[in-house]
Every structure is written in structure tokens, then in C-alpha cells.
Antibody, heavy 119, light 111 residues
């Protein structure tokens, strides 16, 4: 059964860079799209961006100038980097997998990482 | 961006009774390929969201058949034929017709 295990720093100061990693257990990268989604406390989710198994990425314009999503298929990992964070970036961050050959229909999710930005 | 709205935002339910949630998009979610890019997710308290429905009506693997999705264009509905205790949580619709994918504000279902 495919699982996503994510990790990264949970407390950042303003202007620092958020870095999260998501590891894919018992599954293949090929044929799937991999997304990052965040959810501010008490609010609905926000799609941050995605990367294909071949490394092609798409981002939400709301963070486009600060975000980068990358993959390491050799080690079944994909990454999120968000620079120049502010308090508005405080949220639970999730990694997720779209169904086979689909960019959406996120059928596997990581456990979530709470990121707090505070001085 | 495509704006998603949901109603109601809060839905008190009774076990064994039906429930219905409405979702509306600011643009049609029907693609020229014939597919409608609308998903439904349930986020149970303290958990990650879980996929219920994709393509507007396809139940995800393991989802009970008491859940059904319908609708077209800009208006969609998620129905629960008989609510069970395990169905409490926040339900979100999400459009994937164009990026950025956007979610609705959520409908909190509780007893």
C-alpha cells in the first residue's frame, strides 16, 4: 500500500525558507503527478503546485515567485521550497498524489506538517 | 482563478437520514474531452483530506456507495443516502479544470 511520509522544519522566522520533503513508500513515481497543498488553521485547503514524474512543475500564481517543487526519483522523494516566508504562510502543509495519469483526484496524502512562521 | 462556493457551510445531520451538499463553480468545469474536473474530499477531524469522488461522479476506491456525486457545468451535488457516525467532518469540493486548482470553503457536517 502506497504511503507518503513528509517531514521538515515546523518553526520558521519571517524571511526564511520553508523546506519540506515527501517520501513515497511502496509505490512508483512513474505515471503520477505529485502535489503540495496547504491549509491555514481553520481554513480550506490551497493548492500550491505540482510536479510530474518527469520533473515538469506547475505553481499557483499566489506563490509562484517564491516556490519550487522538485523530485528525486532515485530515492522516491519530492520536495517543496518556499522562500521569504511570512506569517501568512503559516499552515499545515500536505503532500499528495494524483490518481494514475491524473493531475487531480488526490488519493494518497501525507500526514501533514504544521509550519508556523513567527518572529 | 475559478472560485468555488459551497452551501450550506454547516450541516447538522441525523444518523440514518440523507444529506446533501451543493458546490458551485464560477466557470464550467466541463472540458472539451468530455470530462468534468470536479473532486469531492472529506477531512475528518485531525486527519488529512481523503478523496471521495472524482470526475464529478466517480467514487474513489473504498468509498461506500452511500456517497454519490452528480451535476454538470457549474453546479454539483454530493449526496449521502444514509448518514453514519463516521461521516462527520468537513467536505470540500475542488476544481481541477484549470490551474490553480481551487477548493470550496468547506461544509462542516456534524450531528
Amino acid at each position: 500500500q502506497v504511503q507518503l511520509q513528509q517531514w521538515g522544519a515546523g518553526l520558521l522566522r519571517p524571511s526564511e525558507t520553508l523546506s519540506l520533503t515527501c517520501e513515497v513508500y511502496s509505490g512508483s513515481f512513474s505515471g503520477y503527478y505529485w502535489s503540495w497543498i496547504r491549509q491555514p488553521p481553520g481554513k480550506g485547503p490551497e493548492w500550491i503546485g505540482e510536479i510530474s514524474h518527469s520533473g515538469s512543475a506547475n505553481y499557483n500564481p499566489s506563490v509562484d515567485s517564491r516556490v519550487a517543487i522538485s523530485i528525486d526519483t532515485s530515492n522516491n522523494l519530492f520536495f517543496l521550497s518556499l522562500s521569504s516566508v511570512t506569517a501568512a504562510d503559516s499552515a499545515v502543509y500536505f503532500c499528495a498524489r494524483g490518481k494514475f495519469n491524473m493531475r487531480h483526484a488526490f488519493d494518497i496524502w501525507g500526514q501533514g506538517t504544521l509550519v508556523t512562521v513567527s518572529s | 482563478d475559478i472560485v468555488m462556493t459551497q452551501s450550506p457551510l454547516s450541516l447538522p445531520v441525523t444518523p440514518g437520514e440523507p444529506a446533501s451538499i451543493s458546490c458551485r463553480s464560477s466557470q464550467s468545469l466541463l472540458h472539451s474531452n468530455g470530462y468534468t474536473y470536479l473532486d469531492w474530499y472529506l477531512q475528518k477531524p485531525g486527519q488529512s483530506p481523503q478523496l471521495l469522488i472524482y470526475w464529478g461522479f466517480n467514487r474513489a476506491s473504498g468509498v461506500p456507495d452511500r456517497f454519490s456525486g452528480s451535476g454538470s457545468g457549474t453546479d454539483f451535488t454530493l449526496k449521502i443516502s444514509r448518514v453514519e457516525a463516521d461521516d462527520v467532518g468537513v467536505y470540500y469540493c475542488m476544481q481541477a479544470r484549470q490551474t490553480p486548482f481551487t477548493f470550496g470553503p468547506g461544509t462542516k457536517v456534524d450531528f
